[in-house]
Nanobody, 123 residues
Framework: VQLQASGGGLVQAGGSLRLSCAAS???????LGWFRQAPGKEREFVAT????????YYADSVKGRFTISRDKAKNTVYLQMISLNFEDTAVYYC??????????????????WGQGTLVTVSS
């Protein structure tokens, strides 16, 4: 399965962006989600969605500001981000995997990764 992420860019603090991740070339994974990696930091979990049920999970740092959703007809998952702040600056990666409930926030539960899209929040 190939994952193609898009939608990153430069935005002012307090602004919003919507990222997209299109899946192709195979069966969509049980979970499609987003991770991010800021300069000098580890890649961290942001949000994920169960492709079939639509159940969502979020990192505490983005809860209430980010919303993950999916369009099954387009094999695409979205990450709507509002109230962005400087700490949200990172390369955002979409990821797919056969995670289970207890592992949905772990990088190792995802075996398909997109190329990353850069989000830069200016103060």
């Amino acid at each position: 399965v190939q994952l193609q992420a898009s939608g990153g860019g430069l935005v002012q603090a307090g602004g919003s962006l919507r990222l997209s991740c299109a899946a192709s070339g195979g069966t969509v994974s049980r979970y499609l989600g987003w991770f991010r990696q800021a300069p000098g930091k580890e890649r961290e979990f942001v949000a994920t969605i169960n492709w079939n049920s639509g159940t969502t999970y979020y990192a505490d740092s983005v809860k209430g500001r980010f919303t993950i959703s999916r369009d099954k007809a387009k094999n695409t998952v979205y990450l709507q981000m509002i109230s962005l702040n400087f700490e949200d600056t990172a390369v955002y990666y979409c990821a797919g995997g056969q995670a289970i409930t207890s592992t949905v926030r772990r990088r190792e539960a995802y075996n398909h990764w997109g190329q990353g899209t850069l989000v830069t929040v200016s103060s």
